[in-house]
């Protein structure tokens, strides 16, 4: 997945929901690339892993945070800075996507999902962007999602937080275009983590199919007919993030397998 050592290197990069899954793929990828890396989540355990599997401390700290909780991030921020000195990557990775019929989705529902989804990738945002402005230099990739190009059903909340990081992420890239920030979303479809395992247990739980059954049905909206594998979405975010890119602003970048047009 890397294709050269150190493109990163002497650079500070916080990934958010870190602690598994794509979040977990990108920080390991970062690493690799030279890039010192916080690593922020609410699992300390996991957090604490991945920094291991990453290169250790020097190269990847783990941080509890909780996205939705302004004082969260400023403290999450505070202690990035701290061990690593300004941020110059940002990858909003945490969310959050339970399923529900729409007449089932009450408020405490909606506004857990869009706190984490949509006010954490603004809260995170709003802390990074100061440094990047200083600076002159800042990458910002926001991880949406199919969902939030054209929909999906029963995960209304999600779908409606992911069209609006793209909305943010597009008008951030016109407010900083000439301050050498950009920022760019990337959008899988179905990928190989926790979250589509439970999504595929409850299909399962909730219309008696078999597991296989409600995997297939996943991966009918997929031409490949395939899970995305985590890698694939780092890949992506590494290469918006390397020296050659610098004209890539504003872009919402499809990793689906042709499921998006």
């Not at 996991?46 to 939705?68: K, Y």
């Not at 941020?87 to 989705?105: E, K, M, Q, W």
């Not at 008008?171 to 959008?187: D, K, M």
């Amino acid at each position: 997945m890397v294709e050269s050592a150190g493109a990163l290197a002497g650079r500070h990069a916080i990934v958010t929901g870190a602690s598994r899954g794509i979040g977990a793929a990108i920080a390991a990828a970062m690493a690799a690339e030279g890039a010192r890396v916080s690593l922020l989540g609410r699992d300390a355990a996991r957090l604490q892993a991945v920094s291991e599997a990453a290169g250790g401390p020097d190269r990847a700290t783990p941080i509890r945070a909780d996205v939705a909780v302004s004082e969260s991030v400023r403290e999450a921020f505070a202690a990035a800075r701290r061990t690593f000195g300004p941020v110059h990557f940002l990858i909003n990775n945490a969310g959050l996507a339970p399923a529900a019929r729409f007449t089932d989705t009450d408020e405490a529902l909606w506004h857990r999902v869009l706190g984490v989804n949509l006010t954490g990738t603004f809260l995170c945002t709003r802390e990074a962007v100061a440094d990047m402005l200083r600076d002159g230099f800042g990458r910002i990739v926001n991880i949406a999602s199919t969902a939030g190009l054209r929909g999906a059903a029963y995960i209304a909340a999600y779908t409606a937080s992911k069209h609006a990081v793209i909305g943010l992420t597009r008008a951030l890239a016109l407010e900083y275009a000439t301050r050498n920030i950009t920022v760019n979303a990337v959008c899988p479809g179905y990928t190989d983590t926790d979250i589509v395992k439970q999504a595929v247990g409850n299909i399962s739980a909730k219309t008696g199919r078999s597991e296989q059954e409600a995997l297939d049905a996943l991966l009918a909206t997929n031409p490949q007919r395939r899970l995305i594998e985590p890698g694939e979405v780092a890949h992506a975010v590494l290469w918006l993030c390397r020296p050659g890119t610098e004209s890539v602003t504003g872009q919402s970048i499809v990793i689906a397998g042709g499921e998006v047009t």
